[in-house]
């Protein structure tokens, strides 16, 4: 039993995690959170006040990071700006909170010698063919396509460069796509869920042959957890649950499921630069670690998010119009 600083618990990954340690754990939990649009204290609404404790504040916060690393046993880092499209227009805040943040976490971790966990994505591999059988493995060279996934790039060799230096006592993980409750409205399949339910027909960009490897936020929250349970100090591990599917079809099982037309969906301007598949091969985490996912099921898991969604409106409602009109400026 100890107490974990999570950087970021107030998004979408982040609070998942945050549930799944008070449901699974006796830790407790200081979650740090600037609480930027991304970020939302409704998700950690009904946790147990005496064991999660939000605090308002930037990563980059070096005196703020200071004072909470003295309070806690271990550190889980979530906080990022996150989503492509945002980093297209305007990459600036990628930089301060990606790269910067993490430095500024770096070197509490350092100073304290406390055991930090950084969380990663696959995009820092970059994309491969859709006829490929490869997929991303701890070996892949690094090549990543966006401001997003180049800043996360940069963040983990940081990290790495950190436990060479330093002997910092970190782990990273990078984990595919992500889906489940408390995602925000402006990522594929939030945004697709929450247009049939406003009558709105969802948006595929380009011909939607685009490929995503889905997991279930709870099972990323069980793999983090693993990994900083079992994970040896200065690797790597990938997280992901086999759940390859292009974007056309992710969107007609979302029609489906929702009593819809499966063509009730429109073709929009294709994201630049657009990777086109990611896949992930976590036989190391499964063999090394013994970590298997629960979510084998991607149309139940999406069908229990669609009703999530549907369930919790109040949750989505106030960022819906505002990101609708982002993406119809772009044509999107
Ligand atoms: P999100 O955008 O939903 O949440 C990010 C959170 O970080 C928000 O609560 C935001 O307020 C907070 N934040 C942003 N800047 C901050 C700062 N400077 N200081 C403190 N807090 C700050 O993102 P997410 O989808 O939950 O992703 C979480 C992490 O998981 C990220 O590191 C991301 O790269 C990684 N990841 C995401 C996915 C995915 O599918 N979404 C997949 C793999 C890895
Ligand atoms: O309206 C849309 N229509 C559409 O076709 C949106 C928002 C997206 N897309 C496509 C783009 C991608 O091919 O759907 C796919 C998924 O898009 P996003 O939800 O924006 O995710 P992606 O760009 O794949 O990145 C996500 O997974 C890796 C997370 O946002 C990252 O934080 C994570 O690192």
């Known amino acids: 039993m100890g107490t974990l600083l999570v950087t970021g618990g107030a998004g979408f990954i982040g609070s998942n995690f945050v549930h799944h340690v008070i449901g699974n754990t006796d830790h407790s939990v200081i979650v740090l959170d600037k ?18 404790r939000l605090v308002e504040g930037d990563i980059a916060d070096a005196t703020l990071v200071d004072d909470l690393f003295g309070q806690v046993d271990a550190v889980v ?62 070996n892949t060279p690094y090549n990543p396509s966006s401001p997003y996934s180049s800043t996360k790039a940069g963040s983990d060799l940081l990290v790495r460069a950190w436990v060479r230096s ?12 992500n889906y489940g409750p408390y995602q925000h409205v402006e990522k594929f399949i939030p945004r697709q869920i929450t247009n049939v339910l406003r009558g709105i027909r969802p948006k595929l960009y380009g011909k939607g042959e685009n490929v995503r490897d889905w997991i279930h936020a709870d099972d990323h929250s069980s793999a983090v957890l693993t990994i900083l349970d079992k994970g040896v100090i200065g690797e790597t591990y990938l997280i992901g649950a086999d759940g390859e599917k292009d974007n056309k079809t992710v969107v007609e099982l979302i029609l489906s499921i929702t009593g819809q037309p499966a063509d009730a969906y429109d073709h929009v301007t294709d994201r630049p630069g657009h990777d086109m598949r990611y896949a992930i091969d976590s036989t190391k985490l499964r063999t090394e670690l013994g970590w298997t996912p629960r979510y084998q099921d991607f149309e139940a898991g999406l069908k229990a998010t669609i009703d999530w969604y549907r369930d919790n409106e109040a949750w989505w409602t106030p960022a819906k119009d505002g990101v609708e009109a982002f993406y119809a400026s772009k044509g999107q």
């Open 35 to 52: 609480l930027t649009y991304a970020g939302n204290a409704a998700s950690l609404a009904g946790l147990p006040e005496d064991r999660v």
């Open 77 to 138: 880092h979530y906080a990022a700006e996150s989503h492509n499209d945002n980093s297209l227009h305007d990459p600036r805040p990628f930089l301060d909170t990606n790269i910067v943040g993490t430095y500024t976490l770096l070197e509490a971790a350092r100073k304290h010698d406390r055991r930090f966990h950084h969380i990663s994505t696959d995009e820092v591999y970059g994309d491969l063919e859709l006829d490929d059988p490869a997929r991303f493995t701890e």
């Open 166 to 177: 330093f002997g910092v006592k970190a782990t990273i993980s990078n984990c595919s796509n």
